[in-house]
């Protein structure tokens, strides 16, 4: 077998990152310059460096960006009264909830209030029952963010067998969804399925997102397979920690194809793709605005 190749995401990003760039350069140039405004309630450490990051990755793509931090105890209601201004402030585009939120907060009810017009996570229903329909929505942006990573590994997806293991709301389920949308065969396995390596084995892709340090290794792999690692686990490595994802890396290397690495491979990608949807929703959104006085004119005249 050739040497397996390590994904790398963080060049695949920075170049995402670069269309994305250009497209923001083109909106500017027809006076719309994209805006997104990003939520955070409490202090939860890991969710402010996710938001510190969001913010400094709008700033270099031209994305005007505002931050809006609610204290720990905000009520479902007070959260529900942000969404509604951002939702009703057309010269915002996207709006994303960062999650999780404090347990007092109705989550479901935060995510649905969201226009599905400026949801850049994808997690309204509206959009998530448009990818389960193969329609062409705002998509969550880490498994977005892997299917490109996919396309350019393997060029052509049709046909294959893709396994997904974890069916999150988040990452799994809207994987599995786009994965379908490219015409793979897919898989998915979780916590209750029977028989998860054997399965694993079968496939042709295999996309980790579970939450547990090194539990695919070799032994769920088919040999040549292209492996996706979305875990983000903290290990003790006795005189510190370290990140690792939820394939055993060194183990499971021998048999790949191609893999990512963790730190390094996924999860640049997800920024970037919230970038990208945060363009895709100024666009369209744009593009209502003109249509709407185009139909006005026209009515008039
Ligand atoms: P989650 O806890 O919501 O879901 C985990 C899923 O794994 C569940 O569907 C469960 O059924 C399944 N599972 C548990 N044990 C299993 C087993 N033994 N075999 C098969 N399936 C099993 O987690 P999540 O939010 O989907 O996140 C998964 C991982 O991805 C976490 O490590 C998280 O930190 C990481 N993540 C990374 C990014 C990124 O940007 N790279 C984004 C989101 C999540």
Redesign the pocket.
């Known amino acids: 077998m050739n040497t397996p190749r390590l994904i790398d995401g963080k060049a695949a990003s920075a170049r995402v990152l670069e269309q994305v760039r250009r497209e923001v350069g083109e909106l500017l140039a027809q006076a719309v310059q994209p805006a997104l405004a990003v939520i955070l309630v409490g202090g939860d450490p890991a969710s402010q460096v996710y938001v510190r990051n969001k913010i400094l990755r709008a700033d270099e793509v031209g994305i005007r960006s505002q931050e809006h931090r609610l204290p720990g105890d905000t009520s479902t209601e007070q959260l529900l009264n942000l969404i509604k201004g951002l939702n009703d402030d057309s010269s915002i585009n996207g709006i994303l909830l960062q999650l999780p939120l404090p347990a007092q907060i109705d989550e479901l009810r935060a995510l649905e209030a969201i226009d599905p017009r400026k949801d850049v996570d994808g997690f309204h229903s509206e959009n998530v029952g448009g990818l389960s329909q193969g329609r062409d929505v705002l998509a969550p ?2 498994p977005s ?1 892997c299917l490109h990573l996919l396309e350019q590994t393997c060029g052509d997806l049709r046909g294959k067998h893709a396994v997904v ?8 389920k809207p994987m599995a969804a786009l994965l379908l949308k490219a015409d793979c065969s897919v898989t998915v ?5 029977h028989d ?1 390596q054997a399965l694993c084995r079968q496939a042709d892709i295999v996309i ?5 340090a090194g ?1 695919i290794d070799a032994s769920w792999l088919k040999p040549g397979a292209v492996v996706i690692d ?4 903290r290990i003790d490595t006795g005189n510190g920690s370290r990140l690792v ?2 394939v055993d890396f060194a183990n499971a290397l021998p048999q790949v194809s191609a893999i990512t690495p ?1 730190p390094g ?3 640049p ?3 970037a793709f919230l970038m990208k949807n945060t363009v895709i929703a100024a666009r369209q959104q744009h593009q209502a605005q003109r249509n709407q006085s185009e139909a006005v004119c026209h009515s008039i005249y």
């Open positions: 942006c880490t963010g293991v974890g069916r999150s709301n988040i990452v799994g396995l979780h916590s209750r399925s998860a980790a997102a579970v939450g547990r539990l979305v875990g983000i686990n994802g939820d963790v491979g996924v999860g990608m997800t920024i």
